[in-house]
């Protein structure tokens, strides 16, 4: 038998931050995944509640701790009743955490309901055998947690382990404060599942949670909303994470499709800035504004459907945003209030004026939602000549006026040629067939599809084959992110890390869709139908990027920007 020490209470500081929770299908299949897992993370928390037959598993089990002396293991067996799988009784629960402890495990997992259970000398035994965490699950709220930890404190544990779930982003915040206010005199686990939970499974650990919990693998979450333990280190590094770590995200809903964080930790990460980037699943902005306030979250990416609606809620904002009435990127000043800024504006011009000169370029913009503002407002703003086609006319014509562009009919498009032609509606999105506009319209040099998911739209291909030059929606991501990651930092965007990443991550997410080759710099004699008006200038010579990376982007290539540029759009 391995030899638990006798037992010397497991201190927090031998502890690592990020717990892997591990299940199988059998005793066979949870040592393979321990054992895939055991060398880059030796914590792990063995369920064994997904088992047929938890005590039949524990001497393999004592024989992979034999193997690991490095692995520091709990052992949970929650019950049915409780949240987990094991339908047995509170005494065979307690034989079973008994054996864990025996063969080696140094903590066990138990609920407090079964803790309540148990009579006090039971408890007082398991606790003189191992470490004890005390467990309590809410698997549909954030409510009364010092009720519920008045109860807890009754047991004398190890930990305390309080898992909520968070039914909007205040209730991260509702956690974070009661990890803070007994996290002093007690060793305390904290977290919230959920979707909206997010935030507190990587700065939970920042508020006094010794750990936190990350699944396996996708698919293999032992709760919802469980992230995996390659996303809380690689992606929010949670390793580092500490009180002065800043924190950002990207608020809006739906968030969890959101490249964002991927993009966003990398460049941090790349420049070495102390800080996160979270995912902030909110459902109404007065949520969000209250959770950005009380954590305090130094800057925001917002996204639909709160573009325009925060506007109103900003202490101020630059003159494009307010023109356009739609931000995208919100900073918090020293003196806390929240500033606007729109920086989809550079991540649509930056591209083109990486290609052309775009003073009097013929731009057909189609779509007239929040990206086509930015889009009409910023492009007529380099004096190019814009245009603007929608499905719903009135709503063209509007912003036609508006930003002293024209209108133009569907019907006449095929007459026309331009420039470039800008997707700004979501057709081709996600796998949708449908393109804004057929190859017999696409009389133009440039296509710019805003639609990144996929990397290579239907749009995409069909101007291709057509000879048409093509810029891809990853581009405008990357680039409205490289603007807010110099808003935020005052430091110039990794512009190829944060480029290499998102399209690695378009990769994994539609591995079908080729992501497509660079091509901004195609000479104009290239062009197999040349648009009948406008010619389009010899891009400018551009910067190198400012810092070059390990493995330089393979197919999709994201200038940085120039340092005046940078500059410019830097306000702090
Ligand atoms: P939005 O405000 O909802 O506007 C959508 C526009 O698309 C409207 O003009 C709408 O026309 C039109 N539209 C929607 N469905 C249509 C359909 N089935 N047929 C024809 N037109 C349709 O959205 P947004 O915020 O401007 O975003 C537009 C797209 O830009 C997004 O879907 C996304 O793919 C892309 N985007 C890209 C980036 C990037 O970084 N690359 C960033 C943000 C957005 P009506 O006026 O008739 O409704």
Same mark, same amino acid.
Request: one cysteine or more; aromatic letters at 6%.
């Given at each position: 038998?391995?030899?638990?020490?006798?037992?010397?209470?497991?201190?927090?500081?031998?502890?690592?931050?990020l717990c892997v929770a591990v299940i199988g299908s059998d005793p066979a299949n949870l040592l393979e995944r321990a054992e895939s897992h055991v060398r880059d993370n030796p914590f792990l928390e063995f369920r064994l509640d997904y088992l047929s037959q938890p005590a039949a598993a524990l001497p393999k089990l004592h024989h992979f701790l034999e193997l690991h002396p490095e692995a520091m293991v709990i052992a949970t067996c929650r019950r049915a009743v409780n949240g987990?799988?094991?339908?047995?009784?509170?005494?065979?629960?307690?034989?079973?955490?008994?054996?864990?402890?025996?063969?080696?495990?140094?903590?066990?997992?138990?609920?407090?309901?079964?803790?309540?259970?148990?009579?006090?000398?039971?408890?007082?035994?398991?606790?003189?055998?191992?470490?004890?965490?005390?467990?309590?699950?809410?698997?549909?709220?954030?409510?009364?947690?010092?009720?519920?930890?008045?109860?807890?404190?009754?047991?004398?544990?190890?930990?305390?382990?309080?898992?909520?779930?968070?039914?909007?982003?205040?209730?991260?915040?509702?956690?974070?404060?009661?990890?803070?206010?007994?996290?002093?005199?007690?060793?305390?686990?904290?977290?919230?599942?959920?979707?909206?939970?997010?935030?507190?499974?990587?700065?939970?650990?920042?508020?006094?949670?010794?750990?936190?919990?990350?699944?396996?693998?996708?698919?293999?979450?032992?709760?919802?909303?469980?992230?995996?333990?390659?996303?809380?280190?690689?992606?929010?590094?949670?390793?580092?994470?500490?009180?002065?770590?800043?924190?950002?995200?990207?608020?809006?809903?739906?968030?969890?499709?959101?490249?964002?964080?991927?993009?966003?930790?990398?460049?941090?990460?790349?420049?070495?800035?102390?800080?996160?980037?979270?995912?902030?699943?909110?459902?109404?902005?007065?949520?969000?504004?209250?959770?950005?306030?009380?954590?305090?979250?130094?800057?925001?990416?917002?996204?639909?459907?709160?573009?325009?609606?925060?506007?109103?809620?900003?202490?101020?904002?630059?003159?494009?945003?307010?023109?356009?009435?739609?931000?995208?990127?919100?900073?918090?000043?020293?003196?806390?209030?929240?500033?606007?800024?729109?920086?989809?504006?550079?991540?649509?011009?930056?591209?083109?004026?990486?290609?052309?000169?775009?003073?009097?370029?013929?731009?057909?913009?189609?779509?007239?939602?929040?990206?086509?503002?930015?889009?009409?407002?910023?492009?007529?703003?380099?004096?190019?000549?814009?245009?603007?086609?929608?499905?719903?006319?009135?709503? =063209? +014509?509007?912003? *036609?006026?508006?930003?002293? @562009?024209?209108?133009? $009919? !569907?019907?006449?498009?095929?007459?026309? &040629?331009?420039?470039?032609?800008?997707?700004?509606?979501?057709?081709?999105?996600?796998?949708?067939?449908?393109?804004?506009?057929?190859?017999?319209?696409?009389?133009?040099?440039?296509?710019?599809?805003?639609?990144?998911?996929?990397?290579?739209?239907?749009?995409?291909?069909?101007?291709?084959?057509?000879?048409?030059?093509?810029?891809?929606?990853?581009?405008?991501?990357?680039?409205?992110?490289?603007?807010?990651?110099?808003?935020?930092?005052?430091?110039?965007?990794?512009?190829?890390?944060?480029?290499?990443?998102?399209?690695?991550?378009?990769?994994?997410?539609?591995?079908?869709?080729?992501?497509?080759?660079?091509?901004?710099?195609?000479?104009?004699?290239?062009?197999?139908?040349?648009?009948?008006?406008?010619?389009?200038?010899?891009?400018? =010579? +551009?910067?190198? *990027?400012?810092?070059?990376? @390990?493995?330089?982007? $393979? !197919?999709?290539?994201?200038?940085?920007? &120039?340092?005046?540029?940078?500059?410019?759009?830097?306000?702090?």
């Open positions: 038998m391995r030899v638990t020490p006798a037992y010397s209470r497991i201190q927090r500081f031998r502890l690592p931050r987990g799988k094991f339908k047995g009784s509170v005494q065979s629960q307690l034989d079973i955490l008994t054996k864990a402890a025996d063969a080696g495990f140094q903590l066990v997992d138990i609920e407090i309901q079964s803790a309540q259970e148990l009579k006090r000398d039971q408890f007082t035994e398991l606790k003189n055998r191992v470490g004890v965490i005390l467990s309590f699950h809410d698997f549909k709220s954030t409510k009364k947690l010092e009720d519920t930890f008045a109860g807890m404190r009754e047991f004398s544990a190890d930990f305390y382990k309080v898992v909520t779930t968070a039914t909007n982003l205040s209730d991260n915040v509702t956690m974070m404060k009661f990890l803070q206010s007994h996290s002093g005199e007690h060793e305390m686990v904290g977290l919230c599942m959920g979707e909206q939970g997010i935030i507190s499974r990587v700065l939970g650990v920042r508020a006094g949670s010794i750990f936190t919990f990350g699944s396996a693998a996708p698919g293999e979450e032992t709760a919802p909303g469980q992230i995996t333990v390659g996303e809380l280190r690689d992606t929010y590094r949670i390793e580092m994470v500490e009180a002065s770590t800043q924190v950002y995200g990207v608020a809006g809903d739906p968030v969890s499709h959101s490249l964002s964080p991927i993009m966003m930790n990398a460049a941090f990460r790349r420049e070495t800035v102390n800080a996160v980037y979270l995912a902030l699943h909110a459902k109404s902005l007065k949520d969000l504004l209250a959770c950005a306030n009380n954590i305090p979250i130094r800057g925001m990416s917002i996204t639909m459907p709160y573009k325009q609606e925060i506007v109103q809620a900003l202490a101020n904002s630059d003159p494009l945003t307010k023109q356009i009435g739609a931000c995208n990127t919100v900073v918090r000043s020293a003196d806390g209030k929240f500033y606007g800024f729109n920086t989809d504006v550079a991540g649509i011009v930056t591209p083109l004026e990486q290609r052309m000169n775009l003073s009097g370029k013929r731009i057909l913009v189609v779509g007239a939602g929040g990206v086509a503002r930015a889009a009409v407002f910023g492009l007529k703003a380099r004096e190019a000549e814009v245009l603007i086609t929608n499905r719903t006319p009135e709503k =063209a +014509q509007a912003l *036609a006026r508006q930003a002293k @562009a024209k209108y133009v $009919k !569907r019907a006449d498009l095929a007459k026309l &040629s331009f420039d470039v032609i800008l997707n700004a509606t979501p057709l081709g999105m996600n796998g949708d067939r449908h393109t804004p506009l057929e190859e017999k319209e696409l009389n133009t040099h440039y296509v710019f599809d805003l639609v990144y998911t996929p990397a290579e739209t239907k749009l995409m291909k069909i101007a291709k084959a057509k000879g048409l030059h093509v810029i891809p929606g990853l581009e405008m991501f990357v680039q409205q992110g490289a603007r807010q990651f110099e808003i935020w930092t005052g430091k110039p965007a990794p512009i190829a890390e944060m480029g290499y990443v998102v399209s690695k991550a378009l990769e994994r997410q539609h591995p079908a869709e080729a992501a497509p080759p660079d091509e901004p710099h195609a000479p104009e004699k290239e062009i197999a139908q040349p648009a009948k008006k406008a010619t389009v200038a010899k891009p400018a =010579a +551009q910067p190198v *990027a400012k810092k070059v990376v @390990a493995r330089k982007p $393979k !197919r999709v290539v994201v200038k940085s920007p &120039s340092k005046s540029s940078a500059k410019k759009t830097v306000r702090r």
